[in-house]
């Protein structure tokens, strides 16, 4: 096998990898981050790389843009005839065919995700999967010889009308020594009144497990106390699969394209749910520092228990972890569990199954308690999965007369709508631009990406903030911003800043009357766009733009999601919302206003439009608190009714008339007064 | 960690071990077999090797008897000051100081067993737990898209009403690649009407399972059609366990001994399970054998398959393997599955679990279908294990009137006795001597093994056959004997000769009055012992006798079967046997005749001794082939009375009369014409 060396700056990182392989496969197997919004389908141009040219002695290699494979139709979307000279390429194109140096650019490297997903209250009945029982019994005798397993049963069921219990494996293994270590007094923890998963000596009055929401970019974990429903500890982190691409259909493709991509990728957020298993444990433990000790004259380094004063700790460990519940897209869903994903991404899209899934975490590779099981939660279909499911059972539309629609923003839309007497659901194609992926600077929600804006209507003077600095741009000296990008939520404000401030008509189109030099031509493409921020203001050397491509990317992303709406209340019969819930991280930074003023959902009073934040995450925890809650969203996921919208006769039309900004004025009556008229009635 | 080089002769098996471990460890280690049937509890004697003095240049170490510890107590007892000047030493005892040169004599090593257990003819009813369904789907579309799993399962229940059934996960991963590959036409297998493990594209007829018997010292399989109930093939191997200690408490007490013994042994079982499995499915393809081929002109070998003409082979996998039963006595039941066996070995003997068991194989680790489950049958007892049940549910005593007495002899007899009114259990020591264990030429079923006996009531001279030659001894020249010691067979023939010639007196005692100069005194310790085979008979190069310590061992065996069966039928209130069933190899071999000779059980109808050959093996295929025979398991393990026979009051005194040959002239009857009148009257 023949190899080549690559050294990338200015991480510094270098290594001999496999010839012919991408640079953005050199780059994963030598853990550099380059951004691959599209999972290697070329059509993102977020990877761009630049190969020097040059001897560096200091590494022994001579390096050439000779030395990668030949120069790609697709990459001229991307690079343009000036950026092609000085050796830049897209990462997902170019194969090492020899040694390289590739510098990395600043913008297209991948930051560090902010990650917020905090547990909500909400009511929950206490009726855990995992209830803990206490028996004694008596030692066994020469006229009492039964074994150790019947004597517990017969013991559960004498104190606690417990019957036909079996017993795990690995427990049953434990059984003995903990049965003579306890004095045969021990607490039971059984599964579903059904299976013995854990036997300790003694009494004990504590169980714990995991709600985990795997979204496709966010993981979250909820550590909660079984027996008291107290959520301890959130830990939260990236989904390790993004490296693979950051939406569904590039980890779908990646499988599809990598023998060994299935497994791999299950692997990899195997590995990322016991990282999150082992610190929410970590959490119930004292803080620890390093500290300097002498021994026998000699000085050295020991890690020593900091605990805050008067606090207990429950030092809890990963086999405390006794059930856990899962949530997340029917992608997400399959490819943890290493269920072909390729049909869920083909018409007409079926699941593997949609049945909730108990199964033992040992199973899966899960650093838990050997005997306990998982329970992941049921997919509705192929694009409407457990984690919809989850919303639903924490929102609960089904029980009341409340006509609700709830949206779920991530890379799809999910919808629902409905009430006690019939619920539907849909997805639709909202793509990853209202996630960053495909605007000219589009970011995921990292440090300096931009998260809002006010674009003033007499001046069209920009401000915004970025992540990671808590003071405006009009408060900041330009090179204190660092600004890289915009992330989802500066991309909702964006078009309805634009459109307020009349800089875009309701076609979405620039208004030929301009009134900064923030608007101009773009001297590669001479297609207009209008500065955000100006260079001097980043962290990446070039002024960051909203292109009039990038608001057709958001305009096709608001029209699938308003003409789903439209499209589902036609369906329903219904004329008027009587609520609207945005769930996700999408929903805790929409500013509704804005979202009413580019038409992303049909109109509803401003205050009945409300976030539920991580819904998805909460019905993990109603199902890890109450297990009924596993029954009902079986039920759901068979009785809410999914709807095919694209199959409708008039949906094309329906979605160019969706793509106006804002759709009619009469169907927004909640805009009046928010909007100057003159721009409602353009 | 110290190390030194030990060198093995004959075999010349030779390495470097850790300092300090035993003589029979650093054997285990370097694959050299040394009998050791106590389990190292330095009471056999059978572990006896030389340790050389000398310069051995050829492998550059010293050896030398003073470089291993130092002479114990325990060794008196089987080594005389003759051979311990010479170097002689108990391998269990000596441990590894400095390098040496160890010769291990032929008396020693322990030879392969012959295994030998055929299925045989019972009525099973055809019930398995693995079936198979055929089913036809539609393909998922727009209007139906369905996920897999329900899609399978919905189309299950309406072709035949299979419903709430659940998918193992390993099965689940291959569902939606074998629905397509197999056009929407599969064959599904169904384990207890309950979970789908397995399914297969388009129709198939046929699955296959394994009822597996793991003895103390052989395992039987038996690879059966699930759909036609034949027996394809039977295997069996020596229980690699065996290397641990010869009977059930030696291997307990290993486990006791050494942290990791008891995974060690089960890791060693689990071994021994898939070689079996493996042979099993081996048995299905061609013969192959290895041809000279000529490529290139550069001659090569390589294996080819040698079909017979005409016939069908199956070519089957291990994953084809989709049901196993297993039957065991409980401390092998125990080791299996590592639970922890020391509580069965102590007082009052409970049990870890009695209850039958469910288990994935995989998590066992062996090598069959993934999804496919073993079933564990379930324990009566602690000293009465799954393979009584399997005995139970192979004869079903329990369904007639008849008063059976079911013996089955291993190193532990276990007896049960009873009716269709109820049904009594119960295990008596009879300790290994009638496998050959603590006899002074006691040895395994191996070639070389006195397994027939007769000797002449006039003369007193002895005729013999060994295993692994046809012809007796009288028909052949003395060398070609290579005899090494007496076997079970021979051991039972033995006593029952010796008293019908009049050699021993029914005390068990040597008669006073002796014909020949087979009779004489041992010079070493003045104990009287009878020759059965010259020293130019054997291979071992000394006299095989029995001494009359050998003839108390093979009392004591007898007289606890006696006295327990004796007491069993006051328990039961019994006079008289209807049938007598014999049980294991043990009774295959068994000489009815002699076995009321020597009192080895109660007096009955010759004719209705019967040899049940390997019940348990077949208890454990009827359950393998019919699922109600589990059920009927579980039901008969808690429905037989356990009864232990050591706390009856008068059991010493029983005990001690039952160890006469025979007991009562008058409790024999059907010994009158088989025994000389003046030898029955002693």
């Keep these: 096998m023949e190899k080549v060396k690559i050294i990338f700056q200015p991480s510094g990182r270098r290594g001999e990898v496999k010839k012919g392989i991408s640079i953005i496969e050199a780059s994963r197997q030598l853990g550099v981050d380059i951004e691959a919004l599209c999972g290697e389908k070329k059509v993102c141009g977020k990877c761009k790389v630049r190969i020097e040219?040059?001897?560096?002695?200091?590494?022994?290699?001579?390096?050439?843009?000779?030395?990668?494979?030949?120069?790609?139709?697709?990459?001229?979307?991307?690079?343009?005839?000036?950026?092609?000279?000085?050796?830049?390429r897209l990462g997902c194109c170019a194969r090492l065919e020899g040694d390289a140096l590739v510098f990395v650019p600043e913008e297209s490297r991948a930051g560090k995700q902010v990650v917020s997903k905090a547990a909500r209250e909400i009511h929950i009945e206490h009726n855990p999967a995992v209830r803990l029982y206490y028996v004694e019994m008596t030692p066994p005798a020469f006229d009492d010889p039964t074994g150790d397993f019947e004597r517990l049963t017969e013991a559960l069921e004498a104190a606690h009308g417990l019957s036909g219990l079996v017993m795990d494996f690995h427990a049953l293994r434990a059984l003995p020594n903990t049965l003579r270590e306890g004095k045969w007094k021990v607490t039971v923890s059984v599964w579903m009144d059904r299976e013995i998963i854990r036997v300790r000596p003694g009494k004990t009055e504590n169980a714990f497990g995991i709600a985990i929401d795997i979204g496709t970019t966010t993981v979250a974990g909820y550590f909660c106390n079984l027996s008291t429903m107290e959520v301890l500890d959130t830990q939260s982190l990236m989904n390790p699969q993004c490296k693979y691409g950051e939406d569904v259909m590039s980890r779908i493709t990646y499988h599809m394209m990598n023998p060994g991509g299935l497994e791999r990728m299950s692997n990899d957020i195997i590995e990322g749910l016991n990282t999150i298993m082992?610190?929410?444990?970590?959490?119930?433990?004292?803080?620890?520092?390093?500290?300097?000790?002498?021994?026998?004259?000699?000085?050295?380094?020991?890690?020593?228990?900091?605990?805050?004063?008067?606090?207990?700790?429950?030092?809890?460990?990963?086999?405390?972890?006794?059930?856990?519940?899962?949530?997340?897209?029917?992608?997400?869903?399959?490819?943890?569990l290493q269920l072909d994903p390729e049909h869920v991404g083909l018409a007409p899209f079926p699941p593997v199954i949609h049945q909730g899934l108990d199964l033992k975490g040992r199973d899966l590779g899960l650093d838990m308690n050997r005997g306990a099981y998982v329970h992941v939660l049921p997919n509705e279909a192929g694009f409407v999965g457990a984690d919809n499911v989850g919303v639903l059972?924490?929102?609960?539309?089904?029980?009341?007369?409340?006509?609700?629609?709830?949206?779920?923003?991530?890379?799809?839309?999910?919808?629902?709508?409905?009430?006690?007497?019939?619920?539907?659901?849909?997805?639709?194609?909202?793509?990853?631009?209202?996630?960053?992926?495909?605007l000219t600077f589009g970011m995921r929600a990292a440090p300096g990406a931009i998260e809002r804006i006010k674009i003033d209507p007499k001046t069209h003077e920009v401000d915004y903030k970025v992540i990671g600095r808590d003071s405006w741009k009009s408060y900041s000296k330009p090179e204190e911003m660092k600004t890289k990008g915009i992330c989802g939520s500066g991309i909702l404000d964006v078009l309805a800043e634009l459109y307020r401030a009349g800089v875009v008509l309701k076609s979405g189109r620039f208004n030929p009357?301009?009134?900064?030099?923030?608007?101009?031509?773009?001297?590669?493409?001479?297609?207009?766009?209008?500065?955000?921020?100006?260079?001097?203001?980043?962290?990446?050397?070039?002024?960051?733009?909203?292109?009039?491509?990038?608001?057709?990317?958001?305009?096709?992303?608001?029209?699938?999601?308003?003409?789903?709406?439209?499209?589902?209340?036609?369906?329903?019969?219904?004329?008027?919302?009587?609520?609207?819930?945005?769930?996700?991280?999408?929903?805790?930074?929409?500013?509704?206003?804005?979202?009413?003023?580019?038409?992303?959902?049909?109109?509803?009073?401003?205050?009945?439009?409300?976030?539920?934040?991580?819904?998805?995450?909460?019905?993990?925890?109603?199902?890890?608190?109450?297990?009924?809650?596993?029954?009902?969203?079986?039920?759901?996921?068979?009785?809410?009714?999914?709807?095919?919208?694209?199959?409708?006769?008039?949906?094309?039309?329906?979605?160019?008339?969706?793509?106006?900004?804002?759709?009619?004025?009469?169907?927004?009556?909640?805009?009046?007064?928010?909007?100057?008229?003159?721009?409602?009635?353009?």
Tied chains: 1, 2.
């Excluded at 620890?288 to 207990?312: L, N, S």
């Excluded at 709830?406 to 996630?435: F, R, Y």
Aim: include cysteine; charge should be negative.
């Design 53 to 88: 040219e040059g001897r560096f002695e200091k590494f022994g290699i001579v390096s050439s843009p000779a030395n990668v494979s030949p120069w790609q139709e697709e990459e001229e979307k991307f690079i343009n005839e000036a950026q092609k000279k000085e050796g830049y």
């Design 278 to 336: 082992r610190q929410a444990v970590a959490s119930t433990h004292p803080p620890r520092k390093k500290v300097k000790k002498k021994d026998d004259g000699e000085t050295a380094e020991e890690w020593v228990e900091v605990p805050e004063e008067g606090k207990e700790y429950l030092r809890l460990a990963t086999e405390d972890i006794e059930d856990v519940t899962i949530v997340c897209n029917t992608a997400m869903h399959h490819i943890l």
């Design 393 to 438: 059972i924490a929102e609960e539309p089904y029980k009341g007369e409340e006509i609700q629609l709830i949206i779920d923003i991530g890379t799809n839309g999910e919808l629902v709508l409905g009430n006690k007497d019939k619920l539907i659901s849909s997805s639709c194609a909202t793509g990853p631009a209202l996630e960053g992926a495909q």
């Design 513 to 682: 009357r301009q009134k900064s030099d923030r608007y101009r031509k773009n001297p590669d493409n001479n297609q207009p766009e209008f500065v955000i921020a100006w260079a001097e203001e980043t962290s990446i050397g070039k002024d960051v733009v909203i292109a009039q491509k990038d608001i057709r990317q958001i305009q096709l992303a608001k029209g699938a999601l308003y003409c789903g709406c439209k499209l589902m209340m036609r369906r329903m019969n219904v004329e008027k919302l009587d609520k609207v819930k945005i769930a996700g991280a999408f929903g805790t930074h929409v500013d509704r206003e804005k979202a009413l003023i580019m038409g992303l959902f049909p109109d509803c009073e401003i205050e009945r439009i409300v976030s539920v934040g991580n819904a998805a995450g909460d019905g993990a925890r109603a199902a890890l608190l109450n297990r009924e809650k596993r029954a009902e969203a079986n039920w759901v996921a068979r009785n809410v009714e999914y709807i095919e919208l694209t199959v409708e006769e008039d949906f094309q039309q329906q979605f160019m008339e969706a793509m106006q900004i804002p759709h009619m004025k009469d169907e927004f009556p909640h805009l009046k007064g928010i909007v100057p008229d003159d721009i409602l009635n353009q």
